[in-house]
Nanobody
Framework: QVQLTESGGGLAQTGESLTLSCEASGQTLENYSLGWFRQAPGKDREFVAGIDWNNGRIIYADFVQGRFTVSRDSAKNTVHLQMNSLKPEDTAVYHC???????????????????WGQGTHVSVSA
């Protein structure tokens, strides 16, 4: 079973950058897609970006608008989410999670997740 640990959140001002990390342990991410999701107060959790570990395909939610970049460190079984040009509406708890569906399936809401970790909190002030 894959264990995921998110880190890197914090406080930022509008226009600043943060980089989040999701470290996987327990098993390799081969044959999984990993997604970044976020949940703002009072809102549903939403897909942000994701990567198909096998073929490296990366997709982003439309609201990212070129501001975020997903990268992976295969040696460390870690996926990063570089977030630039942050906006107050990016304020949320960010989670990563994995499933065997394609990364497009994650974006479409077809992921089947057993549990969610604590996530990492991002707060962007105006």
């Amino acid at each position: 079973q894959v264990q995921l640990t998110e880190s890197g959140g914090g406080l930022a001002q509008t226009g600043e950058s943060l980089t989040l990390s999701c470290e996987a342990s327990g098993q390799t991410l081969e044959n999984y897609s990993l997604g970044w999701f976020r949940q703002a107060p009072g809102k549903d959790r939403e897909f942000v970006a994701g990567i198909d570990w096998n073929n490296g395909r990366i997709i982003y939610a439309d609201f990212v608008q070129g501001r975020f970049t997903v990268s992976r460190d295969s040696a460390k079984n870690t996926v990063h989410l570089q977030m630039n040009s942050l906006k107050p509406e990016d304020t949320a708890v960010y989670h990563c999670n994995v499933d065997s569906v394609t990364v497009a399936g994650l974006m479409a809401g077809r992921g089947n997740f057993g549990s969610w970790g604590q996530g990492t909190h991002v707060s962007v002030s105006a």
